[in-house]
């Protein structure tokens, strides 16, 4: 997959067939429709195009509601070349700038213009450019003078009728449904950050943790405790108890969740890494204990149901 983030990079096409969306989390909606945009493709002999922006828009345009990101940009890039569905990915800024585009500039500029796309697929319900003013019909209509069809699809559903959705995984997290949330997905639900140096809390009682600092703006789940993983820079997936929360049996008021990975059957230094966290499934909710001893058993209960999880995988 050749990724351009510049428009004067422009890629020299015969032609191609484009998808414009966030595609945040890559899930298997968003599967559905690169493959028949890959279908297309290959009826027309045209190469796979879709344009993407470097943050969700919703960040610039309403920054005070904007989700949180399923996917950072780096894992959304990953997910798109894993598919092998998609030839060209363009990258755009999304800024003040871009977000004052009108939606037939947008058109014109990127579509025609860089891309000469020859057919565009998106959702039916999909909506561009300054004010969400452009849409299918648009498209249509500016299609018919500029050379490109366009086919817009509806939204996929599983066979039980749940439509596959970014905010449905979203909201799936928020529950703590790890698991709801990879049936939509296709995959275990994975943030990324850094190993930081901690309390070293978990140490003293007998469990060392390696505290990941994930980006504010990433997806978490709800607070607790999950059976997991943890990938750090070797690239070797091990299995991990994880505890998501703000540690109420010691703190009162702690602002934030700290994400803490314990390795099982593990030593050795992880500070300072890059890490993958992947929740597989939630083992209970956070509480909160009278004492150190009954949270230290609840620790070591916890780490055998959480061995109990993994041990199929």
Do not use: W
């Not at 871009?98 to 025609?112: C, G, H, I, K, M």
């Not at 929360?245 to 300072?272: I, K, M, N, S, V």
């Amino acid at each position: 997959m050749h990724v351009v983030r510049n428009l004067d990079a422009c890629p020299d096409l015969p032609g191609s067939v484009v998808t414009i969306g966030a595609f945040d989390g890559i899930h298997l909606g968003h599967q559905a429709l690169l493959r028949q945009v890959r279908e297309k493709g290959v009826e027309r002999g045209l190469p796979t195009a879709l344009v993407t922006f470097d943050r969700h828009p919703a960040q610039v345009v309403r920054p005070e509601t904007a989700p949180k990101l399923l996917t950072n940009l780096d894992q959304r890039l990953e997910l798109l070349e894993a598919t092998g569905l998609v030839d060209q990915a363009v990258v755009l800024t999304f800024d003040d700038d871009r977000r004052q585009e009108s939606a037939e500039n947008f058109v014109t500029e990127v579509l025609r213009g860089c891309l000469r796309a020859r057919l565009v697929v998106v959702g039916a319900d999909f909506h561009f450019g300054n004010a969400r003013r452009g849409n299918v019909a648009l498209l249509e209509r500016m299609g018919r003078d500029l050379g490109f069809d366009v086919v817009g699809i509806e939204l996929v559903s599983n066979p039980g009728e749940v439509t596959y959705s970014s905010t449905l995984v979203r909201r799936r997290l928020a529950d703590g449904d790890v698991r709801g949330a990879a049936e939509i997905l296709g995959r275990v639900h994975e943030v990324r950050g850094t190993v930081v140096e901690g309390d070293r809390r978990g140490r003293e009682l007998g469990f060392p943790t390696a505290n990941v600092a994930v980006p504010e703006e990433i997806c978490l789940p709800a607070a607790g405790i999950y059976a997991g993983t943890f990938t750090g820079s070797d690239g070797v997936e091990r299995p991990a108890a994880l505890s998501l929360g703000r540690r109420p049996t010691f703190y009162t008021d702690q602002p934030y969740l700290l994400l803490e990975a314990y390795l099982l059957d593990f030593e050795g230094d992880l500070y300072g890494q890059t890490a993958a966290v992947g929740f597989v499934d939630r083992i209970r909710a956070e509480e909160r204990f009278d004492s150190v001893d009954a949270l230290v058993a609840a620790m070591h209960r916890d780490i055998e149901a959480v061995r109990r999880v993994l041990e199929p995988r």
